[in-house]
């Protein structure tokens, strides 16, 4: 394999995002660049880079390494804080395992080489071609365990809105039009963004009505929301990114000209991501977060797109959602 720098990384990063939307069953999004980029820049700055690349071009190993007094040096994805990124992509597993196995037994081997004593391979699917190679290909000479789980909640937007909407219980569809009409009767109004990629000032303007009105909510009040620390750092990365590429969508529920809910997340091909949603803690009782969700549903499905990956699992997206899918994080040593 060919060692990639990460500035080359950054530069060829939608080549890699190519790649990944070829790779069979992966979480796309938390895989591509558009979440592993900022992790590692910021959620994980004190980790090396540690990328490669088949020599066919077609297959890619982004990982990280660091180093832990009870485990040595390890080798993990870009982003493992929540073990949904797939550190392996390339629409042949076999071939790129086969290659990355070469790659790490020789970091072990060669003079002066920094070698790794734990490999930590999230986001892998056990029903997948790539679970069978890393366990046909590791198991050879490595103990390979099978370590934490991770789920997320998918909804299918294909047919569109009242598709979508059928497929939810009778209770749901009930209490999401009630909340609708006690909208309209309050003159509550709704925005859908489309942030282009020549709108270079416009993905600033909504970071601040984010950030601004994510002060106001229950978490930004508790200090666990996005508006301050890493979270802020993560999504301050990111949110360029995506603008960038046009692939970033945010809805807003305002009132009287005041923001009382948001919802943004990516887009990647047909799918969005999920990735942020929060309403101002004072207007609650107009249920905001499910009214900035239905902006974003409606939208996305006048857009087209077909699936909604509401991100890790939590109780209240089962309602909004069709599935879960649950991956696993594989332990090398």
């Not at 366990?135 to 789980?149: D, E, Q, S």
């Not at 508006?227 to 529920?253: C, H, N, Q, W």
Request: glycine letters at 10%; one cysteine or more.
């Amino acid at each position: 394999m060919k060692h990639v720098d990460f500035e080359t990384f950054v530069q060829q990063r939608q080549v890699y995002d190519a790649a990944v939307e070829r790779t069979p069953s992966v979480d796309r999004f938390c895989s591509s660049s558009y979440w592993i980029v900022p992790a590692i820049e910021t959620l994980f700055s004190d980790h090396d880079p540690w990328i490669r690349r088949t020599e066919d071009g077609s297959g890619w190993v982004p990982l990280a390494r660091g180093h832990h007094e009870a485990i040595g040096h390890y080798l993990q994805p870009m982003e493992a804080s929540w073990g949904l990124a797939s550190p392996i992509v390339g629409d042949d597993p076999e071939a790129v395992v086969g290659a990355f196995v070469d790659e790490v037994r020789r970091a072990n081997q060669l003079p002066n080489q920094a070698g790794w004593d734990m490999l930590f391979l999230s986001g892998v699917f056990e029903d997948s071609p790539l679970f069978e190679a890393i366990i046909r290909n590791f198991r050879r000479n490595y103990v390979v365990g099978v370590g934490p789980t991770m789920g997320r909640h998918i909804a299918s937007l294909e047919g569109g809105f009242d598709a979508w909407l059928e497929n939810r219980s009778s209770k749901f569809r009930r209490n999401l039009r009630r909340a609708r009409r006690q909208a309209d009767q309050k003159g509550v109004s709704f925005e859908y963004h489309r942030v282009a990629g020549d709108d270079t000032a416009g993905w600033s303007d909504h970071l601040s009505r984010i950030r601004s009105l994510e002060r106001l909510s229950w978490k930004g009040r508790e200090g666990s929301g996005i508006a301050t620390g890493p979270m802020y750092d993560f999504y301050r990365k990111m949110i360029p990114m995506l603008a960038e590429d046009g692939a970033l969508r945010v809805s807003y529920v305002t009132l009287d000209g005041v923001d009382i809910a948001y919802c943004f997340g990516g887009i990647l091909g047909d799918l969005y991501r999920g990735l942020q949603l929060s309403y101002h803690d004072d207007y609650g009782d107009l249920s905001p977060g499910n009214l900035a969700q239905w902006a974003m549903i409606n939208g996305l499905c006048d857009e087209g797109i077909t699936t909604y990956d509401m991100g890790q699992s939590m109780d209240y997206k089962e309602r909004w959602s069709d599935r879960e899918e649950t991956s696993v994080a594989l332990v090398i040593r």
